[in-house]
């Protein structure tokens, strides 16, 4: 799946001459978290509404000390706004964004194609996505089983769902806890998971999830 498929075409944006209290009131109204910064149809810069409620006064400390209401007014969005932007392409793969996400700590991510500004994907698109990618958002179970990582591991455990007539709603692996050792996490469209957990037994794979009471 890639970023185009996820991203908000409807970008809302201020210009670098616009006011702190025009990106405010443009964040409020649309209710979005990040305003990327264009000027003349090139990202210069983005902020965020974190960025600009840092520049309100606040109760705890005097007036002068923080941008006054008047000052918002005058004070304009270049002061404030971060410069060094992480940006995607629309034909990133998700799983990309969600790792400049992650390692940057970011909240969203302007997408560019051809230097010009064509969506924003946020944590929230890809946090969705991703979710509905494992299954999770349709009724059914959660199995992690262990196995040696090698081939033929995954048609051997798929094998032995097709016998029980069960469908698969996702597939995702991960290390297992010995050395050369994979995990299956699998979403399955199944309530009883125990016709299916004693015939992986059975091969001798270890059923990490669910776990059995002790």
Known sequence: MLVKEI???QVVTVSPNDTLQQA??????????????VDEGRLVGIVSDRDLRDARPSSLFPAETSL?????????????????VITAH????????????????????????AQ????????????????????ATKPGSHLEVEVP?????LSAIAEIIKKHNVNISSILTMPGTCPNCLVLALRLQV?????IIRG?????????WPVEPE
């Open 7 to 9: 991203m908000s075409r």
């Open 24 to 37: 405010l009131t443009r964040t409020t109204s649309h209710r979005i978290r990040h305003l990327p910064v």
């Open 68 to 84: 006054g209401p008047s000052l918002l007014d005058q004070i304009p969005v270049s002061r404030i706004m971060h410069t060094s």
């Open 90 to 113: 629309p034909l990133d793969p998700i799983d990309e964004a969600a790792r400049l996400l992650y390692e940057h700590r970011i909240g969203c991510l302007p997408v560019l194609q």
């Open 116 to 135: 010009q500004l064509v969506g924003i994907v946020t944590e929230t698109d890809v946090l969705r996505r991703l979710v509905e990618l494992t299954g």
């Open 149 to 153: 990582d090698q081939p033929g591991m």
């Open 191 to 195: 309530v009883d998971l125990r016709p």
């Open 200 to 208: 992986i037994k059975a091969l001798g794979y270890t059923v990490r």
